[in-house]
């Protein structure tokens, strides 16, 4: 008689399939580049801005064209803001919508600890913002400016600190991340329209649902395409809704699979991916890096610089909830999610990998300057929010350097068994399960 098989113990961050392991790497080298770039051009705003020539800087941002009878005439930086993002938020869109339906968030038990960790980074900054900022007239509504998580900044200083950074770990990365989007894009429609104009918002329906008609019989054509999607950004930003919404709704209505007269799901990827590859170049290389350029220039002299964002409550809740709240609100959920399902941590890591992961994801760059704009734009806080949003984004890069150089040792080791492929067949060994030959995806 054979003795029972004892229950198999649930692990976090156990590795997944190596379709997901390729797909992610791939998404990863892409978002790193355009990370490189982001910085690029946030360090060259800053030079620029603290130069003799900073009245240019102020000069450019203000150029305004675009059509003043359909209310289009926007300056270059609120272009920067609510045209070139939305580009940004319709990879989102893409990648969000592609996680739900074909990715880890599909699966209740590997989408648990994400979302949780997504939403305690996002609870937790808030509040100790709050909390720093009470009693101060107007601040409130900048709570939300360090709950974002920037990918593409993060994933640049991990190309630097992090190369053999376990697949399992970036995975979640990346997950959180994307939850975190989603979380910031409800946060943007919701709490930041100031005036909403039912008329354009019903009527931008009609446009995106005949771009979803066109995408879901999967027609490709630009010329269709592209004039629908303007239309619908358009009339979302008449409506008061911040525009960048526009472009999650339309990454949205993209198919992520193909359709059963298509050969089933099975047969290969929906449009979405398509559109992914086509798009996500053009976010990370241009839209996002445009976008810092014309944001992150900041005088650091004087009363609106670094000195004044030392004694301005709004900086300094800004920069305690990137630095300090937002690991602390990701390791804090991980953590309950462990203990309320008994799970343990895989054998090959470490709760100081996830620490470093949590503190790395304290980079709020993008998604925490639109926020901080759309929150304090024209008052005095403006600038003192930029320079720490910087300072915030900085500090955590540095702070994650240190974290998660000390393990760089056992992340090489780790890194090496998840590339061994002795039987040279173009699939790792570990992916290949118990049986010669199974893949796993």
């Not at 629908?228 to 339309?250: E, I, K, R």
Request: aromatic residues 8%; without cysteine.
């Amino acid at each position: 008689m054979t003795s029972p098989v004892p229950p198999r113990t649930p692990r976090l961050f156990g590795r997944g399939s190596w379709a997901e392991a390729r797909r992610v790497a791939d998404i990863l080298r892409k978002e790193t580049v355009g990370g490189a770039l982001l910085l690029a051009g946030a360090v060259a705003a800053m030079i620029w801005a603290n130069s003799p020539w900073a009245g240019a800087y102020e000069t450019l941002r203000a150029v305004r064209f675009g059509p003043a009878a359909l209310h289009l005439d926007l300056s270059l930086a609120t272009w920067a803001a609510d045209g070139l993002l939305a580009i940004f938020f319709f990879v989102a869109g893409l990648e969000l919508k592609r996680e739900f339906v074909a990715g880890d968030l599909r699966d209740p038990g590997r989408a648990a600890v994400p979302i949780a960790a997504a939403l305690g980074g996002v609870v937790v900054p808030a509040v100790l913002y709050l909390l720093l900022t009470r009693g101060t007239a107007g601040a409130a509504s900048g709570w939300a400016i360090p709950t974002a998580t920037d990918i593409a900044f993060a994933l640049a200083v991990l190309a630097v600190i992090g190369r053999y950074l376990p697949a399992a770990l970036r995975t979640f990365l990346l997950t959180l991340a994307v939850v975190d989007d989603l979380v910031a894009i409800v946060i943007i429609a919701v709490f930041y329209t100031d005036h909403l104009s039912p008329v354009p918002l019903l009527a931008a329906l009609v446009p995106l649902a005949a771009f979803t008609a066109l995408v879901q019989r999967r027609v490709r054509s630009w010329w269709l395409l592209l004039p629908l999607a303007a239309v619908t950004w358009a009339l979302v930003h008449a409506s008061g809704v911040h525009a960048t919404v526009a472009g999650v709704l339309l990454g949205f209505a993209v198919p992520v699979l193909r359709s059963r007269q298509a050969g089933g799901p099975d047969a290969g990827p929906g449009l979405a991916e398509h559109f992914e590859h086509r798009f996500r170049p053009l976010s990370a290389g241009v839209a996002v890096p445009v976008f810092a350029f014309l944001s992150a220039g900041v005088s650091l002299g004087g009363a609106a610089g670094l000195a004044g964002a030392l004694t301005d409550p709004v900086a300094v809740g800004v920069v305690a909830g990137l630095v300090v709240g937002k690991p602390v609100g990701i390791m804090a959920a991980t953590w309950l999610v462990a203990r309320f399902t008994r799970a343990d941590l895989d054998e090959e890591l470490a709760w100081i990998d996830v620490a470093g992961l949590a503190i790395l994801a304290g980079i709020g760059f993008t998604v925490s300057l639109l926020i901080g704009e759309l929150a304090f734009a024209g008052t005095g806080h403006d600038g003192h929010v930029k320079v720490a949003v910087l300072t915030g984004s900085l500090v955590a890069a540095l702070l994650a350097t240190v974290v998660l150089r000390l393990r760089n040792r056992a992340y090489r080791r780790i890194h090496e068994a998840e590339t061994a492929d002795l039987d040279h067949d173009g699939v790792p060994d570990v992916y290949q399960g118990d049986r010669p030959g199974r893949t796993e995806g």
